[in-house]
C-alpha cells in the first residue's frame, strides 16, 4: 500500500491540468476586465463626443442670443443615436471663463453603466462623466471680407489671378462652395474661412488653412456712416484727357467738397480729406491719372436723405493710373473708398460687377475698399503697388493678373481684421 501512494506522489501525468485549473480563475478575470475596459472606453467615448457637440451648441446659442439650457438638451437629444441615457440633467456653465475665452460654455454629463464582469462582484454600476468646454477664439486674421449671407458664392479667383495676399480671405456665404479658386487663378492666402464650404482641390497655395462651417464675420465697418452733406455745392468732375487740375478740399465746409459725378480721364490731383460723390459713378478712363496720396477718401452716397436715393457705382479702367491712399485717423480712418449702405444690392456673382477696381503697373492702394450692398472685382496688373488693402464687400471676385500684399506701413490707419472660430478650449 505504501508503494503504490509512492508510486502515485512520484506520477507527473496531469500536472498541467492542476496548474490551468488553478490558473483559471486569474484567466477569466483577466478576460473579464479586457471586456469591462473596451465597454467602458466605447461609453465614455460616446459621452464625450454628446458633451463636446452640446458645449459647441451653447457657443452658437449663446451668440445668437438663444436660450442656451434649451439649445443643449435640444443637441443632445438630436445626437443621441445610441440611446445613451444620462445619470442626472446636464451640468451647464455659462460664461465658464470670462477672463480668457469669448462665450465659453462647458457642458458636464455623466452616464451609470453596468459592466459585464464586475457587476459581479460590485454592488453599483461605476459612473462614467464627461466634460466639455468650447469658447469662441481670434482665429486668422483676414484683409478680404465678404458679407455675402446667402447660398451664393462669396469668393472667387479666376482668370490668370495670381493672389499673395499676406492674410487671409472670410466670407458669410453659407453655399458649400463659399469661396472658390478657379481657372487659372492662384491664391496665397491663410486662413480662407467661411460660413459654408470651401471647395479645397481649387487652385488654393501650398500650406492653406482651411475653416470652413465658421463664424460668420462682423461688418469691420459697421459702425461707420456716410454721413454726405445737407447738399451738394459742384456738379460733375469731368476732366479730359490732355488736362491736368488739382481738386482742393475745404475741411470748414463739406457741401465744398461734394460732387454730383467724376468722370477722369486726365490727370487729377486731390488734396488730402473726404469727397463726396453724391447719387453719380467714379470712372476712370485708360488715360486717367488719379493722384489721392496722404489720406483720401472717397464717400459714393446721395445728399438725399430717401431710403432709395440712387448710389453711384466704381469703374477704374485697367490701363488707367491711381494712387489713392486712406487716411490714418478720422471718421474714415483705413477706407479709401466706401459706398452707402442705400446702395441696391446685386443678387448674382459674376465678372460683370457693378464694380471694378483697376490699375495698371503704375498704380498704388493703400486701404479698404468698402461696398457692403455690391459685389466688387479687383483686376490688376502685375507690378501694381498695394499695401494694406482691403477689400470688404459683399461679393469680392478677382480676375485678371491681381496682386495684393497686407503688409501695412508703420503708424497706418489699416490693418487686417481678426477673426474668430469656436472651438474645444477645454
Excluded at 465678404?146 to 456665404?173: D, F, H, Q, V, W
Excluded at 493710373?321 to 441696391?344: L, M, N, S, V, W
Aim: proline residues 6%; glycine residues 10%; hydrophobic residues 40%.
Amino acid at each position: 500500500m505504501l508503494k503504490a501512494f509512492k508510486s502515485l506522489l512520484n506520477d507527473k501525468r496531469g500536472n498541467v491540468l492542476v496548474i490551468v485549473g488553478a490558473s483559471m480563475p486569474l484567466l477569466v478575470g483577466s478576460a473579464g476586465l479586457a471586456t469591462d475596459t473596451i465597454q467602458w472606453v466605447t461609453w465614455k467615448r460616446q459621452l464625450q463626443r454628446a458633451a463636446d457637440s452640446a458645449a459647441f451648441a451653447g457657443v452658437y446659442a449663446d451668440m445668437q442670443g438663444q436660450d442656451i439650457p434649451l439649445a443643449i438638451d435640444k443637441d443632445i437629444t438630436h445626437n443621441n443615436t445610441t440611446g445613451i441615457a444620462l445619470l442626472s440633467a446636464p451640468s451647464i456653465s455659462y460664461p465658464a471663463d470670462t477672463a480668457t475665452y469669448q462665450n465659453a460654455v462647458q457642458v458636464e454629463l455623466e452616464i451609470q453603466k453596468r459592466l459585464s464582469f464586475s457587476s459581479l462582484f460590485l454592488a453599483d454600476p461605476p459612473v462614467i462623466r464627461a466634460s466639455a468646454t468650447a469658447a469662441v477664439v481670434p482665429t486668422g486674421e483676414y484683409c478680404v471680407v465678404s458679407l455675402e449671407n446667402t447660398p451664393t458664392t462669396g469668393i472667387t479667383a479666376t482668370g490668370s489671378s495670381s493672389l499673395s495676399l499676406g492674410c487671409g480671405m472670410i466670407t458669410n456665404s453659407t453655399s458649400l462652395d463659399a469661396a472658390v479658386a478657379k481657372g487659372s487663378s492662384s491664391v496665397t492666402a491663410s486662413p480662407i474661412a467661411a460660413v459654408g464650404g470651401i471647395d479645397t482641390t481649387g487652385n488654393w497655395g501650398s500650406g492653406t488653412d482651411f475653416l470652413p462651417f465658421t463664424v460668420a464675420q462682423e461688418d469691420p465697418f459697421e459702425s461707420v456712416t456716410a454721413n454726405p452733406p445737407w447738399s451738394c455745392a459742384n456738379g460733375k468732375l469731368s476732366v479730359k484727357p490732355g488736362v491736368t487740375v488739382t481738386v482742393t478740399n475745404d475741411s470748414s465746409d463739406p457741401t465744398k467738397n461734394c460732387y454730383t459725378a467724376m468722370d477722369i480721364k486726365g490727370e487729377v490731383n486731390f488734396e488730402p480729406g473726404v469727397y463726396y460723390i453724391s447719387g453719380g459713378d467714379f470712372t476712370a478712363n485708360s488715360s486717367a491719372d488719379i493722384n489721392a496720396p496722404n489720406g483720401v477718401t472717397f464717400v459714393m452716397t446721395n445728399v438725399s436723405s430717401g431710403p432709395l436715393a440712387p448710389i453711384g457705382n466704381v469703374d477704374f479702367n485697367g490701363s488707367a493710373e491711381i494712387t489713392i491712399e486712406a487716411p490714418d485717423t478720422g471718421p474714415f480712418k483705413g477706407i479709401a473708398i466706401y459706398q452707402d449702405r442705400r446702395a441696391t444690392s446685386t443678387a448674382s456673382a459674376s465678372a460683370s460687377s457693378p464694380n471694378k477696381i483697376n490699375g495698371n503697373s503704375d498704380s498704388h492702394f493703400r486701404g479698404a475698399f468698402y461696398f457692403p450692398k455690391q459685389q466688387v472685382t479687383f483686376t490688376g496688373t502685375a507690378g501694381m503697388s498695394t499695401a494694406c488693402v482691403q477689400m470688404v464687400a459683399r461679393r469680392v471676385y478677382f480676375s485678371g493678373n491681381s496682386a495684393i500684399s497686407n503688409s501695412c506701413p508703420a503708424g497706418s490707419g489699416s490693418g487686417a481684421f481678426k477673426g474668430r472660430h469656436v472651438r474645444l478650449v477645454g
